[in-house]
């Protein structure tokens, strides 16, 4: 079971557009459509920002949305602001009620 | 509303267990599993396990698998983790997270367990 691939850090202007990928296996991304994002502040526990893949719960912005394709999803963040600025984790389901994550990406909004 | 409270931080040695607890409100129990994610200082999340907050079903990730335990105790609605055989390199945060459909919506506020001798 190894970690999903994200990119370490990403970066934008407020008002822009970003997108995080997330890469992993057959196994895992590519065999069911149940990837979840997280969002982590510093000192805080995460916080669900998509689930399913693209959907998006109450209390997550509707910036904030998700897709994938084969054994990549993608986070895409709409209209920076600052607060938007975090690590983002993406996980996997993986089948057997077992579950891995991404190694996270760190925003940084200029 | 959804609460997830976890027991305090903790100072253990190398080579002694740890158990930490989730006491749940706000919802039905018995009708969640729970899920124990972990993350070492400056580094990312990493899942350790899953447990059935209805029947205590668990499964473990393969790298914890013989070393962590995870149970229930639907009277008191709290979930529990323990690890044995503590290394340093065990240090980490702690969270438990409710499991719902197939992403974890609700977590606690997390556990600092620091080993050192």
């Known amino acids: 079971q190894s970690a999903l691939t994200q990119p370490a850090s990403v970066s934008g202007s407020p008002g822009q557009s970003i997108t995080i990928s997330c890469t992993g296996t057959?196994?895992?991304?590519?065999?069911?459509?149940?990837v979840s994002w997280y969002q982590q502040h510093p000192g805080k526990a995460p916080k669900l920002m998509i689930y399913e893949s693209n959907k998006r719960p109450s209390g997550a912005p509707n910036r904030f949305s998700g897709s994938k394709s084969g054994s990549t999803a993608s986070l895409t963040i709409s209209g920076l602001q600052a607060e938007d600025e975090a690590d983002y984790y993406c996980c996997s389901y993986a089948g057997g009620n077992s579950w891995v994550f991404g190694g996270g990406t760190k925003l940084t909004v200029l | 509303q959804v609460q997830l409270v976890q027991s305090g931080g903790e100072v253990k040695k190398p080579g002694a267990s740890v158990k930490v607890s989730c006491t749940s409100s706000g919802f039905s129990f018995t009708s969640y599993g729970f899920n124990w994610v972990r993350q070492a200082p400056g580094q990312g999340l990493e899942w350790m396990g899953w447990v059935n907050g209805d029947n205590g079903n668990t499964n473990y990730a393969p790298r914890f698998q013989g070393r962590v335990f995870m149970s229930t105790d639907k009277s008191t609605s709290t979930v529990y983790m323990g690890l044995r055989s503590l290394r340093s390199d065990d240090t980490a945060i702690y969270y438990c997270?409710?499991?719902?459909?197939?992403?974890?919506?609700?977590w606690g506020q997390g556990t600092l367990v620091t080993v050192s001798s």
């Open positions: 997270a409710r499991k719902s459909g197939y992403d974890f919506d609700h």
């Open positions: 057959s196994s895992d991304v590519g065999g069911w459509n149940l």
